[in-house]
């Protein structure tokens, strides 16, 4: 994994966290579904 690669997954691991205390059980599901996404392709 390259370093901009990781930098990604890790923005996205933070962003995934505040949604979660903001946003609720089912903005975050999308999320954590988002960053699936992002460390399969990686």
């Known amino acids: 994994?390259?370093?901009l690669a990781q930098?990604?997954?890790n923005i996205h691991i933070k962003a995934s966290t505040l949604a979660k205390l903001r946003f609720g059980s089912e903005r975050t599901l999308s999320l954590q579904e988002d960053r699936f996404h992002i460390e399969s392709y990686w």
Do not use: L, P, Q, W
Request: charged share 0%; glycine share 16%; aromatic share 0%.
């Open 1 to 3: 994994v390259g370093i």
């Open 7 to 9: 930098s990604i997954i």
